[in-house]
């Protein structure tokens, strides 16, 4: 087994409960960890054999620029298509998505949600 991690995907987005949100937009962090099985990658060495993490970040990628209301929206599509994409490839999952300065009237590093599946 093996853990494939992708940290500190950045990406520009609208998303949020208020209108002004999804207008003006803001900056968001995500972390990805999946278990997967590694054996045949790591003796065949060749990537038809390892879960593609470029695809990975192509469909977050694709996820991240549809506007939502909420962060668990955003996390559940991206898991949803991920699962469907890889779905005997991904044992389990674990994303993490950070909203850096919300407007919640007061100084605020960031938000975040994390969920597993």
Do not use: W
């Not at 054996?39 to 990628?61: C, G, R």
């Not at 939502?68 to 490839?89: A, C, H, P, V, W």
Request: proline share 2%.
């Amino acid at each position: 087994m093996g853990l494939i991690e992708i940290e500190g995907m950045e990406f520009y987005a609208y998303h949020g409960h208020f209108e002004e949100e999804r207008i003006v937009g803001n900056k968001f962090l995500l972390d990805i960890a999946m278990e997967t099985n590694t054996d045949e990658a790591e003796k065949m060495d060749n990537l038809k054999y390892a879960l593609n993490y470029q695809i990975i970040y192509a469909i977050i990628k694709d996820e991240m620029s549809k506007k939502s209301y909420l962060l668990e929206n955003i996390g559940k599509r991206i898991l949803d298509k991920l699962f469907t994409e890889f779905d005997i490839q991904i044992i389990s999952c674990k994303l993490k998505i950070s909203k850096i300065n919300p407007p919640m009237g007061g100084k605020i590093e960031k938000v975040s949600i994390t969920l597993k599946r």
